[in-house]
């Protein structure tokens, strides 16, 4: 297997309402979308929005209890004041604060806003990462 993520998926209960989000966070969605599913344009990682009910199926799952399912997506960005404005960004669009941008441990800077489906989004800035003009990150060896 390669180590690169082309797709994440994720199961939503209102897709018009998960299309608006992220159309107003400036994902692009992609002309392969159909009524059923949104393909949004991301720099090498894309994100799908899907029923939740199907998505369940195809990934075999037999009992969604809800809840967090032990993941969280994370956006890097430039500098701390990035991570301020991107949670900004997100609460504007309707998704809800769960942490808002703080020092880290670790020494980078980040927060926590949730979509309107519940998604975990950290957007960080972690100095010990440069991210390339596109906004892609390489991880030193």
């Not at 082309?6 to 299309?19: M, S, Y």
């Not at 399912?69 to 404005?85: F, L, M, Q, R």
């Not at 942490?99 to 998604?119: I, K, L």
């Amino acid at each position: 297997m390669r180590p690169v993520v082309t797709l994440l998926t994720l199961g939503v209960t209102d897709l018009p309402r998960a299309r608006a989000f992220y159309a107003a966070l400036g994902w692009r969605e992609s002309s392969q979308s159909q009524e059923s599913i949104a393909f949004l344009q991301g720099v090498g990682t894309h994100l799908a929005l899907w029923s939740r009910t199907e998505l369940a199926a195809d990934s075999e799952v037999t009992h969604d209890a809800g809840g967090w399912g032990g993941i969280t997506v994370a956006h890097n960005v430039g500098s701390p004041a990035e991570v301020d404005a991107v949670l900004t960004e997100a609460v504007a669009a309707g998704g809800q604060l769960l942490r808002e941008g703080a020092a880290t441990p670790w020494g980078g800077y980040n927060g926590v806003f949730a979509d309107p489906e519940g998604h975990r989004w950290e957007i960080a800035h972690n100095p010990f990462w440069p991210l390339a003009e596109d906004g892609t990150s390489q991880l030193p060896d």
